[in-house]
């Protein structure tokens, strides 16, 4: 941080109340004329206000770097969670000023802050604050302005803090330390979520251990229950370094946006989560992207660098403005992928006509892979139906309401008539929505 050497006339300003007082002496004098025994008092308040403003310039500007502001923030904001900022303020004056700090914040922010307050001389005091990134990229911090005053309160004195700072914004890594033990808890509550418990039922037996509630009663050891009189069950490993892949449509209907998220945020952050648990449970997870024009793929794994590589691809991602080429992800994703794989599909559908032109690439992927096509409630929608009708036009708007929601229901019959898997999910339940799945499918031994 480096305060910012300005011109010296440009770094005062004079306050409300000098003006005040200055107007209280012209007052003074006009009454002068009528009273003239009042002009030395109004000579007398001249001088007194000029040589207390005189005091109070020599106060603030005798040292050329009295007040700094750092800011703390870190390198990588997490997309769509709360980010902490804190800002450092020292005071370096032998007395106490009042103060009004500016942070200039990113464009992206639409916003500055302003904290007013008090400090005690040759004291340090942190501001804290949060912001809430909605869009992924490099985010560009500007200065923070110091505005300060002394006890006389007639001048203000400027300090520009050069704290220029860019600072990436990745999808929501924050959430990776939420659900890191997702594989490992039986149960998730948070804000009405449920994460299932998930027991793995594979042909490679493991160990024989007492049972706990809500372990299956399909694992019961009858012969181990009758040797030690209580009841035992078998446990059993989950497959592992099974290939699992989150497709991310990047076409124009991903651009709806959701409490400031769009859709392919939710998608990406849910994406990043998922990974995590999959690396973590043993399986290899990869990422394709595409669009009207390519796909990008990442092949999968498990090694260690394979979260970091997942998010630094993530990170970049946009959305386009065309329909994203089904035929294509179909035909580049036959010939990268020589095994069977689970492919995790976000994308959104918001009639049968848009699902019915993609069907016939989706099932020719569901031949070789199992495919769990993921798209998204329109919960704006949800609300209109719930809401109650008073006029026409309110009565014909929550008709059309309803049957875009029904459609959704309809696809979700017409994907499972050929054999694909679905989850249609609200927004903001997207992640834990998509990591129950996944349990479930490791489960049920699907993948």
Known sequence: MQISKNNFFLQLFFSTRLYMLFGA????????????VLLTVAIFCVFALLLVLLVDLVLL?????ACSVNRKVSQRLSNGDDNKVVLTLRNEYGFAVSYLIIEELPVQLQKDLEFKGKIAGGKTEEIEYIIRPVERGVYNFGNTNIFVQSALGLVTRRFICENNQDVKVYPSFL????????????????????IRKVTGH????????????GDDVRTLNWKATARTGNLMVNNYLEEKSQQVYSVID???????PFNGLSLLDYAINASLVFSNIAVAKGDKAGIVTF????ASILSASNKKVQMSKILETLYAQETQWQESDYESLSVQLRSHLSTRSLLMLYTNFESMTSLQRQLPYLRRLARYHL?????????????????????????YKQTIAQKFVYDKKL????????????LLSAPEQLTVNVVNKYLELKSRMLI
Do not use: C, W
């Open 291 to 294: 669009t009207e024009s390519s």
């Open 25 to 36: 002496n012209i007052l003074l004098f006009v009454l002068a004329y009528f009273f003239p």
């Open 250 to 256: 990047k076409g124009r209907n991903m651009k709806m």
């Open 371 to 395: 495919v769990l096509v993921i798209f998204f409630e329109n919960t704006e929608l949800k609300k209109l139906t719930a809401d109650r009708a008073a006029t026409i036009e309110e009565v």
């Open 175 to 194: 959430q990776l330390r939420q659900y890191e033990l997702i594989g490992h808890q039986q149960f998730l509550n948070e804000s009405g979520s449920h």
């Open 61 to 65: 500007m005798f040292k050329p770097k």
């Open 411 to 422: 696809m979700v019959k017409e994907l499972s008539r050929y054999g694909i898997l679905s």
């Open 202 to 213: 594979s042909v490679e037996f493991d160990h024989i251990k007492p049972y706990t509630k």
